[in-house]
T-cell receptor, first 115, second 112 residues
Framework: DTEVTQTPKHLVMGMTNKKSLKCEQH?????MYWYKQKAKKPPELMFV???????INESVPSRFSPECPNSSLLNLHLHALQPEDSALYLC??????????????FGSGTRLTVV | GEDVEQSLFLSVREGDSSVINCTYT??????LYWYKQEPGAGLQLLTY?????DMKQDQRLTVLLNKKDKHLSLRIADTQTGDSAIYFC????????????FGSGTRLLVRP
């Protein structure tokens, strides 16, 4: 299995809702990432998990809460979002501790719309 | 922080070659990557080059690296309409704490 799977593919939520984005990989990668991508912009790093521990938080607002229950799963819990949080949320994984030619493997993303 | 820049748009005719350029600032970059993103999709790794290489060829793709000028290019030979997408260069190095840093992306349009 050489894929990163993200669910759901599309999500519409109200500003008072609580929802979660899910990401799964079975490549044995020990580093997992959340990126946010606005239209016509490059992906921006949000969080990095290394060996199931949060290693980087790029000053992301607390309405985004990541969780890594095990080495294969990564969640992003959403609460009280704003319309400007609407974006494509990408999950990625990589072999931890190694800078390799394989870079990161990305999922196909969750298109989030906050209404 | 580290900076990676690309031109925003490129239009070519089907069958021609496309050249997408990228400049970066991290002198400690170890690997440089090219990703492709089709509309509504995630990012697909196309190819990469290690910083001690000048050139890498992979079928229709040729990557050239000028480390002195911190300039990277991606040449696509015999460009097809299916190559229409956004292409991101990305770098990873010590100065960026080994995080993957993306350029702004180049939108490639292939005309029939």
């Amino acid at each position: 299995d050489t894929e990163v799977t993200q669910t759901p593919k599309h999500l519409v939520m109200g500003m008072t809702n609580k929802k979660s984005l899910k990401c799964e990989q079975h490549m044995g990668h020990r580093a997992m990432y959340w990126y946010k991508q606005k239209a016509k912009k490059p992906p921006e790093l949000m969080f990095v998990y290394s060996y199931e521990k949060l290693s980087i938080n790029e000053s992301v607002p607390s309405r985004f809460s990541p969780e890594c229950p095990n080495s294969s799963l990564l969640n992003l819990h959403l609460h009280a979002l704003q319309p400007e949080d609407s974006a494509l949320y990408l999950c990625a994984s990589s072999q931890e501790g190694q800078v390799t030619g394989y870079g990161y493997t990305f999922g196909s993303g969750t298109r989030l719309t906050v209404v | 922080g580290e900076d990676v820049e690309q031109s925003l748009f490129l239009s070519v005719r089907e069958g021609d070659s496309s050249v997408i350029n990228c400049t970066y600032t991290d002198s400690s970059s170890t690997y440089l990557y090219w990703y492709k993103q089709e509309p509504g999709a995630g990012l697909q790794l196309l190819t990469y080059i290690f910083s001690n290489m000048d050139m890498k060829q992979d079928q229709r793709l040729t990557v050239l690296l000028n480390k002195k000028d911190k300039h990277l290019s991606l040449r696509i030979a015999d460009t097809q309409t299916g190559d229409s997408a956004i292409y991101f260069c990305a770098e990873m190095g010590m100065d960026s704490s080994y995080k993957l840093i993306f350029g702004s992306g180049t939108r490639l349009l292939v005309r029939p």
